[in-house]
């Protein structure tokens, strides 16, 4: 009796549980949370990203940032200030909450001229790092189906862990599985498993603290698992709602470098 | 002696000034590279042994601007040549921006050819080899800019008229010369002084938008390249033509045109066309006058770009034609060229490996550049590559067949 009573019991915790994480959020519903996590108008501030291979040499790359969104388009501008070679370069990316394809312009200054980029190309690696540029954008939550797979405890965080699968079959990650902090809708990190769905790389959030009232993540490293590389980017100087002007995201501005 | 002096000039002013100007928040950058590359003919000689020193000083406040680019060549067989590749200064407006001095300026979306890009004159001493933002030399010109919403408009004015610089006679890069049907007896040339009246204009319009950016561009102004005029010299005694006088002139010339690029999947289709109106060919019609034949051309460039699996492909089909042609004009009324290029990096952008070519299609001739680059360390690149002529010696790049060359080039970028 008390072993039956015990099983009810079990499959009723279990039912609940279930329930409760149904009836909270669909894996769908988190990674819009998270899509749609409130950033500010405008951001700016300053990227220095750490390339270190395997043996620990490290390269650096900083340019500075600034983001605007207007009229549902989120409008990016980086201009590269080191290494010396790539100085003065910019790059400019409008992205389409229609789910357009996004628009993307580089400045190259030693031609002084202004060039139109497919952005088909988003799994290619930004500036050598781990990142590719589908990595450093926000992706839609529309182009993937989402599960979630349970939840759990990570670095005393509470987490839901969301597992997305590309409708694109053609996808260059198999799956990703994401850890989303239940505070505050920041994903903590991230899983990318390779086209034969092997764990590929890990992205871990390492630093992370309300500014203006939005979460901006300040710290974070890409590890790639298969080639032993790691690339970690700090985001500092950090200026949130300061009403970014719509010129910075021109040709005047891309080719100033300011 | 003088351009040792204006060299020794120059490097004490970057020495003695350099802290000073560091100081006050002058951005100095620029970079040192040596240049060294064998003939594949003739192993023992070097095509070229360059040092080269290139420096920016400059600065950008919200309201003002400068920059200055003094760049130094040294040659193990010529004297240093000092340059002056840009020197100007800027002035920022809510909607305007004023730029006045040596400039080099940029039209069109064409690579490695020139068509509406016509402001800049060209640096042809070493062919098509050096970088691009060598090949274009500085004007010095007022260059303004109106800027609404993704608009831009921009106006300029070349009071002095700078021709394209050939390279000097007995050089290997010498251009083909043209050789007349009877002996030359005379030659002289006509510089442009300047003056308001000899002064060229430029106008351009651009837009960037989501869909397509493009360009409307205009120009009255100087063709680069002389054209050679030639009258018969007669024998006053037996009243026949025993020689030429030849002399190369500057003309006038318009040009309207423009150049557009927008995506299609993962494509990048960029095109560019310009009209010129009143260019002299040289001809070989013995009635012609003076030996030349004014007609308006078309100069036009359809290019596709695309990257599969990670290579990046870029291909562009060029022409040029010549309106109301006639026989005898030393240029082909259609005159085809393609330009072929494929880039992938390797190992995180330390390796990168380069295919560039040009192809004249009417010649069958070529120029084939593969090159391969390593950045050791930031900054730091060593560069191996061959520039390959190949094809019929009547054609622009066949005419080099004999200096095809292997080379390397060390850089430091500061």
Not at chain 1, 98 to 127: E, V
Not at chain 2, 281 to 287: K, R
């Amino acid at each position: 009796m008390k072993t039956i009573q015990f099983l009810l019991l079990s499959v009723l915790v279990i039912l609940t549980g279930t329930i409760q994480v149904s009836a909270q959020m669909s894996g769908k519903e988190i990674m819009e949370a998270v899509y749609h996590n409130p950033t500010g108008d405008d951001v700016q501030g300053q990227l220095e990203m750490r390339l270190i291979n395997k043996q620990g040499n490290t390269r650096v790359r900083e340019l500075q940032r600034y983001i605007k969104t207007e009229n549902n388009v989120e409008k990016t501008i980086m201009f590269f200030l080191n290494p010396a070679d790539v100085r003065n370069t910019s790059f400019m990316n409008w992205s389409y909450s229609d789910g357009r394809d996004d628009d993307q312009w580089i400045y190259l200054p030693a031609l002084k001229r202004i060039k139109r980029i497919s952005s088909d190309s988003k799994s290619d690696y930004f500036m050598g790092s781990d990142f590719t540029y589908d990595d450093m954008g926000d992706r839609h939550p529309d182009d993937d189906k989402h599960t979630l797979v349970k939840e759990e405890v990570l670095e005393g965080q509470n987490c839901y862990v969301v597992e997305s699968v590309s409708k694109d079959p053609s996808y260059m990650y198999s799956k990703t599985i994401t850890w989303v902090m239940k505070d505050n809708y920041l994903g903590l990190k991230r899983e990318f498993y390779d086209e034969d769905g092997r764990l590929l790389k890990i992205l871990r959030i390492k630093d992370f603290k309300k500014i203006s009232g939005y979460w901006v993540i300040l710290h974070t490293e890409m590890h790639n698992i298969q080639k032993d590389h790691r690339t970690e980017i700090i985001f500092s100087e950090i200026l949130i709602n300061k009403g970014i002007p719509a010129s910075k995201f021109t040709e005047r501005s891309m080719t100033m470098g300011k | 002696m003088k351009k040792k002096t204006i060299t020794w000039i120059f490097i004490g002013f970057a020495v003695l000034t350099g802290s000073q100007i560091i100081a006050q928040g002058v951005d100095i950058s620029g970079f040192a590279r040596n240049y060294t590359g064998f003939l594949m003919n003739d192993a023992t000689e070097f095509s070229i042994i360059q040092n080269t020193f290139n420096l920016n000083f400059e600065q950008r406040t919200d309201k003002i601007g400068f920059k200055v680019n003094p760049v130094l060549y040294h040659y193990f067989d010529r004297d240093i040549d000092f340059r002056l590749r840009e020197a100007y200064l800027d002035a920022y407006f809510p909607k305007l921006d004023i730029r006045i001095g040596q400039q080099q300026i940029i039209y069109g979306k064409a690579e490695g050819v020139f068509i509406t890009d016509i402001v800049s004159p060209k640096d042809l001493s070493e062919f098509l080899l050096p970088d691009f933002d060598e090949i274009r030399m500085g004007v010095t010109a007022v260059k303004l800019n109106y800027f609404f919403g993704m608009n831009n408009l921009e106006a300029v004015w070349v009071p002095v008229f700078t021709p394209t610089r050939f390279a000097e006679p007995g050089s290997i890069w010498a251009p083909k010369l043209f050789v007349p049907p009877l002996p030359l007896l005379g030659y002289s040339s006509k510089e442009i002084k300047p003056s308001v009246e000899n002064s060229e204009v430029f106008l351009r319009f651009s837009r960037m938008t989501s869909k397509a950016d493009f360009e409307l561009v205009a120009g009255y102004h100087w063709l680069d390249d002389p054209a050679l005029h030639m009258t018969g010299v007669i024998d006053q005694t037996t009243m026949k033509p025993i020689g030429l006088d030849a002399k190369a002139e500057y003309h006038r010339m318009s040009m309207a045109g423009g150049s557009l690029s927008t995506t299609l999947g993962g494509f990048v289709i960029r095109t560019e066309a310009a009209y010129n109106h009143g260019r002299y060919f040289q001809t070989s019609d013995p009635l012609a006058t003076d030996g030349t034949a004014k007609k308006d051309y078309l100069h036009y460039m359809i290019g596709l770009d695309y990257t599969l699996k990670g290579v990046k492909l870029s291909a562009q089909f060029i022409q040029e034609f010549i309106a109301d042609y006639e026989e005898g004009i030393n240029q082909e009324e259609f005159e085809n060229t393609m330009t072929f290029l494929a880039a992938k990096d390797f190992f995180r952008e330390k390796v990168w490996l380069e295919l560039f070519a040009y192809a004249g299609l009417n010649k069958g001739d070529a120029l084939i550049r593969p090159k391969i680059s390593y950045a050791f360390a930031d900054g730091f690149d060593l560069q191996m590559g061959a520039n390959l002529f190949t094809g019929d010696r009547e054609g622009r790049f066949g005419q080099y067949k004999d200096n095809s060359m292997i080379y390397w080039k060390i850089k430091y970028s500061f």
